[in-house]
């Protein structure tokens, strides 16, 4: 067989058949790709649960502690902390764990064998299964290590630019995405517009506010809306907003990676042009997975990827180059969209949401608290930040952060780059208890009352 380079059996996009011919052009649509020889039952990505048995997604509402402790009982996670901080990553529920070992088991046991001769056509499964639940077509998904590295593609790639247009990003968008909006502009030269999202915000509040930014900067041509904020936790209405840049011949481009799994959604409920995902965050994946998107009738407004060979510039995969990425990870997608599924996408945004307004809740309208995401449900899922009154430097809410871990055993983490000033985001995640966020509001509350 000829040689492959690591290129061409790495992505979904780039993989050749087994017989080392260019992939068929059925394989690039949503047609099935031609048949391929049986893989061994070993080494198929099957989805796989474990005992206890977890409740029935439609019997499970926000407050079954008991049904929640079913599900919390999938997770392998240290008694030393109250865990509050799973906006990191998400750990894997242990079915998608023990899937992912016997993955790395088998790649490493069958080496190069399987991952030449083998892979490609569970790869493939497993970018179709992303591609079906986003509501993509097959064509608009490539596989990425991350969001990040989805975004970085997008955003370097993006062709539209010329000298006097400008790019628009805010104080609540992810820091390494804004440096990569404000190199592209500079590589084109080009400008960028920096915006300061108001506290506090509502939903109408923002569609306005974004609009008249737009207005006020008609050289705009490429807009970065982060779907849920990693700093406070806000949620876009990513959908209103991308309508009126679309109306103004401005692109969207959406940094979802804090969203998918969070929130129950597809590509069609944002509308926008360009998208960056994580699967390792809330939908459970091992670390190192992630997906892009691109609106099929905007691929030639992305260039292709510098190492893209002329046989990949006509498909979405010349996009990104991610080099040798973990096989294993990728195929263990199937097993967190399992485990995903069993839980219940609805019921688990719910949960998420429930947890967060225990919190918020019992320290709703305390004096010297800034709760910073509203409670308008279209503005929050689980994440949401806070803030001691006038305490916005970052040194302070990290010393705030540590009282809260050595003094009640709450982890969570400060949050720098918000424009009002610094937080700490508590973040909850599928294993943890009402009590939980109960001792958070309660250490939370300490901590006000040693200021005042």
Not at 10 to 25: D, F, K, L, S, Y
Not at 295 to 302: A, E, F, M, N
Not at 369 to 384: C, K, M, Q, V, W
């Amino acid at each position: 067989m000829p040689d492959l380079s690591r290129r061409r059996f790495i992505t979904a996009a780039t993989a050749t058949a087994v017989t080392g011919t260019a992939i068929p052009a059925a394989a690039l649509t949503n047609a099935a790709a031609p048949p391929a020889a049986p893989l061994p039952a070993s080494t198929l990505p099957t989805p796989t649960l474990s005992a206890p048995a977890l409740p029935a997604p439609e019997t499970l509402r926000p407050d079954d502690e008991d049904g929640w402790r079913a599900v919390a009982a999938h997770y392998d996670v240290t008694d030393d902390v109250i865990n509050l901080e799973n906006g990191n990553w998400g750990i894997m529920a242990r079915p998608v764990l023990e899937a992912y070992l016997n993955h790395t088991r088998m790649i490493n046991r069958d080496n190069s064998y399987y991952t030449r001769r083998r892979y490609w056509p569970a790869y493939v499964a497993v970018l179709d299964a992303v591609a079906a639940r986003l509501g993509a077509a097959r064509e608009e998904v490539a596989l990425t290590r991350g969001a990040t590295e989805a975004l970085q593609n997008i955003i370097g790639g993006f062709n539209r630019l010329s000298p006097g247009d400008a790019v628009m990003y805010a104080d609540l968008d992810y820091g390494s995405i804004r440096e990569a909006m404000r190199a592209t502009a500079a590589r084109a030269g080009c400008g960028a517009v920096a915006l300061n999202v108001p506290e506090p915000a509502t939903h109408d509040g923002l569609i306005a506010f974004y609009r008249d930014a737009l207005d006020r900067h008609p050289e705009t041509r490429l807009l970065l809306l982060t779907h849920v904020s990693h700093r406070t936790g806000l949620v876009i209405p990513v959908r209103a907003i991308a309508r009126e840049a679309r109306a103004r011949g401005v692109s969207t481009v959406v940094d979802a990676a804090h969203s998918w799994g969070q929130i129950d959604f597809r590509v069609d409920d944002l509308d926008a042009d360009f998208i960056g995902f994580n699967l390792h965050k809330w939908m459970g994946a091992p670390i190192g997975v992630g997906a892009l998107y691109i609106r099929r009738d905007r691929l030639g407004d992305i260039s292709p990827n510098l190492s893209a060979t002329d046989g990949e510039k006509d498909h979405i995969y010349g996009r990104v180059h991610s080099g040798t990425s973990n096989f294993a990870a990728f195929l263990t997608v199937p097993d967190a969209f399992a485990f995903h599924d069993a839980v219940g996408a609805a019921a688990k945004a719910a949960r998420l949401r429930y947890l967060r307004g225990i919190w918020t809740g019992l320290l709703s309208g305390t004096p010297g608290l800034d709760i910073l995401t509203p409670e308008d449900p279209r503005l929050h899922a689980g994440i949401t930040s806070f803030r001691l009154t006038g305490v916005t430097g970052v040194d302070d809410n990290r010393r705030l952060a540590k009282r809260l871990l050595d003094e009640h055993g709450v982890f969570t983490v400060h949050r720098d780059g918000v424009a009002a000033g610094a937080c700490i985001r508590v973040t909850p995640g599928l294993y943890n208890s009402a009590d939980h966020m109960r001792r958070a509001a309660a250490g939370i509350r300490a901590l006000v009352t040693a200021r005042s």
